[in-house]
């Protein structure tokens, strides 16, 4: 039997599962498939094993005006001040809440926990319905509209939706069903990720500290620990994750150096191979990709979830001012409407990469001078924080400061 919506959502991660809300907040049918069982519930508490994920200011609005923020807020560390710097080198840029005329510039969550929150408001949805475990296996084209196999516990079943939302991450299976092709850049680096505590306190200041192998960053969190990113080359993945707590910390101190003094008490080591997935169109017809699906980007910006939750209110704002969730005109618009943050956020985290990892001692007098001008030209810094706060372009209105 074929099941009928009027969107079909393939992919119930964080940017899957915004967009449904999104979707109900505006009163549109959807069903959302996704591959893995429900998460069973989430204590509310951040622990030491958690991946922390920083969401820049325009997401907090965002998953305010989603329901979902309520739950966050009391564990959320909050960035007031970030301070870029590269070992080595005299430059320092310091971006700061103030200067952007904000409370914070963002704020730090556990993704587990920002991952049970958004399942929390899922349950209380009512236009969406959620089928989990579901996993798409093909997609046919029918009149104004695609049908879906989806595999179900029970057996595969069949859905028509006129529009289908891939959401399924950097491996989409939607993109390539549909026809989109992708571009891949291996980085040739990962990145290890923790929860450590600093022997002295800088609230409220992200730090990001380049060096010749990679950036390292350190987080602020709610309880005065720090999450810590370090990146290595490809080369040094089993040794690094072969080192005791000890090692790895010593390795962590050395890159960053000792600006907050000692390091201790490392959490769960995370390692991630970092290769960019960039989807060579945003829309086919009758189908669109938002979030890892459409653009998987190197993490040292903190910009896949920002930008991804983006592309889905955008969508679903779009959605909210037509009859056809799948009209070419909403379809173009809404690839149009996405291309200057995508863009930017690509070449952002890109020139990032650049200036953090390029060991070129010729370049160093520039790049020291690079970060020292941005850190003298209060209008620079302002628009700088004003970007990597996520507006950039037309931003959706869910995303601006006092809201829709
Ligand atoms: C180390 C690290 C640190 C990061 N830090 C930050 C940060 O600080 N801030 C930030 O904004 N971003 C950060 N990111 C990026 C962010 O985590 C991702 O951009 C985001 O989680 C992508 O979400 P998604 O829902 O698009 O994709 P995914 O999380 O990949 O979800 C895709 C979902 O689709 C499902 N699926 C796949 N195929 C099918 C199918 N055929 N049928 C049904 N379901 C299917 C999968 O089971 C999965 O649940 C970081 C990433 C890494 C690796």
Redesign the pocket.
């Known amino acids: 039997m074929t099941r009928h919506t009027d969107i079909l959502i393939?992919?119930?991660?964080?940017?899957?599962?915004s967009m449904a809300l999104a979707l109900d907040a505006i009163g549109r049918d959807a069903v959302l498939?996704?591959?893995?069982p429900p998460p069973a519930a989430a204590t509310p508490v951040a622990d030491d094993n958690d991946?922390?994920?920083?969401?820049?200011h325009a997401?907090v609005n965002a998953l305010r005006v989603l329901g979902v923020w309520p739950d966050l807020e009391r564990i959320a560390g909050t960035i007031r001040r970030v301070e870029i710097s590269r070992a080595g080198e005299f430059g320092r840029a310091r971006l700061s809440a103030d200067d952007a005329g904000v409370d914070a510039l963002g704020r730090?969550v556990p993704?587990r926990l920002l991952g049970a929150a958004l399942e929390r408001r899922l349950a209380q949805c009512m236009h969406v319905q959620r089928l989990a475990p579901?996993?798409?296996?093909a997609l046919e084209p029918a009149d104004s509209a695609w049908r879906a196999r989806?595999a179900t516990a029970g057996g595969d079943c069949g859905i028509e939706a006129r529009l289908v939302v891939g959401?399924?991450?950097?491996?989409?299976?939607?993109r390539a069903l549909v026809g989109i092709g992708v571009q891949e850049h291996d980085y040739a680096q990962c990145?290890f990720?923790s929860t450590i505590a600093c022997e002295r306190d800088a609230p409220e200041c992200a730090f990001e500290r380049f060096s010749d192998e990679g950036p390292v960053a350190l987080?602020p969190l709610s309880d005065r620990r720090r999450g810590l990113?370090l990146t290595v080359s490809a080369r040094r993945h089993d040794e690094v994750l072969a080192m005791d707590d000890a090692q790895f910390l010593a390795l962590a101190q050395h890159r960053f150096g000792w600006k907050l003094g000692a390091f201790g008490r490392p959490g769960r080591r995370?390692p991630?191979r970092?290769r960019r997935v960039l989807a060579e169109a945003l829309t086919a017809p009758r189908a669109v990709l938002?979030?890892?699906?459409a653009q998987?980007?190197h993490?040292i910006g903190?910009?896949?979830?920002?930008?991804?939750?983006r592309d889905a209110l955008t969508l679903a704002e779009l959605i909210s001012q037509a009859d056809d969730p799948g009209a070419p005109t909403l379809l173009q618009e809404y690839a149009s409407r996405r291309q200057p943050d995508r863009d930017g956020v690509l070449a952002f985290s890109h020139g990032l990469v650049a200036l953090a990892c390029l060991a070129q001692p010729a370049l160093s007098p520039l790049r020291s001078l690079a970060l020292a001008t941005l850190d003298g030209v209060p209008p620079l810094r302002r628009a700088i924080a004003r970007r990597g706060m996520g507006f950039r372009g037309v931003p959706p209105a869910a995303t601006l400061d006092g809201g829709p």
Do not use: W, Y
């Open positions: 393939v992919g119930g991660g964080l940017v899957g599962t498939v996704e591959a893995s991946r922390n994920l920083v969401l820049a997401s730090v993704g579901a996993k798409l296996l989806i959401a399924d991450g950097s491996g989409s299976n939607v990145l990720v987080l990113v995370f991630h970092i938002v979030g890892n699906a998987a980007l993490p903190a910009q896949g979830f920002n930008l991804g939750l």
